[in-house]
């Protein structure tokens, strides 16, 4: 439970302080006018699958030895 607390704490702190240094530069900054991200369509290529060929499962006889 404590790793958990800690971990979140540090997550709590980064935001703050990201969100901090975020309000602080556009108080003494000029706006940046953002270009807007164009993201390319992912062209996924079609996953080719080979058919699996089973081998025939080779069962030699059990030789029970004599006791």
Known sequence: TMWCLKRS????L????II???SSAAD?????QRRPIQRRPIQRRPI???PIQHQP???RPIQRQPQ
Do not use: K
């Open 9 to 12: 704490h540090f997550l709590i």
């Open 14 to 17: 980064g935001y703050v302080t």
């Open 20 to 22: 901090a240094a975020d």
């Open 28 to 32: 003494s900054a000029p706006p940046i």
């Open 48 to 50: 080719q699958r080979r």
């Open 57 to 59: 499962i080779q069962r």
